[in-house]
């Protein structure tokens, strides 16, 4: 599987953006998919994941109630909604795939190449 995360960019507290990343490979969709993300001087950190086909839900504490994980297994597709932004949520975001038994772990299989997102007060 190999994953291509897009969307980030530079936004102001309070703002809203949508993360996207685009799969290939028919194993896309037997995977759980998820979002990690890394702050500077920081290590990464688990953020949000979806289900293969039940579309269950998980979230990191810290983003609970503002980011939303979502996922479109026909196009390839997973997304991540990221409302009320704040300034800790400054980071460069992952794109993860691996089996179920990863959760509640960081240890995804695949990862793709990462997208900046860096929010100011």
């Known amino acids: 599987v190999q994953l291509q995360a897009s969307g980030g960019g530079l936004v102001q507290a309070g703002a809203s953006l949508r993360l996207s990343c685009a799969g290939t490979g028919r194993a896309f969709s037997l995977y759980i998919m998820g979002w990690i993300r890394q702050a500077p001087g920081k290590e990464r950190e688990f953020v949000a994941a979806i289900g293969v086909s039940t579309g269950r839900t998980y979230y990191a504490d810290s983003v609970k109630g503002r980011f939303t994980i979502s996922r479109d297994n026909a196009k390839y597709m997973v997304y991540l909604q990221m409302d009320s932004l704040t300034p800790e949520d400054t980071a460069v975001y992952y794109c993860?795939?691996?089996?179920?038994?990863?959760?509640?772990?960081?240890?995804?299989?695949?990862w793709g190449q990462g997208t900046l997102v860096t929010v100011s007060s």
């Open positions: 993860v795939a691996g089996p179920k038994s990863v959760l509640p772990t960081i240890h995804y299989t695949y």
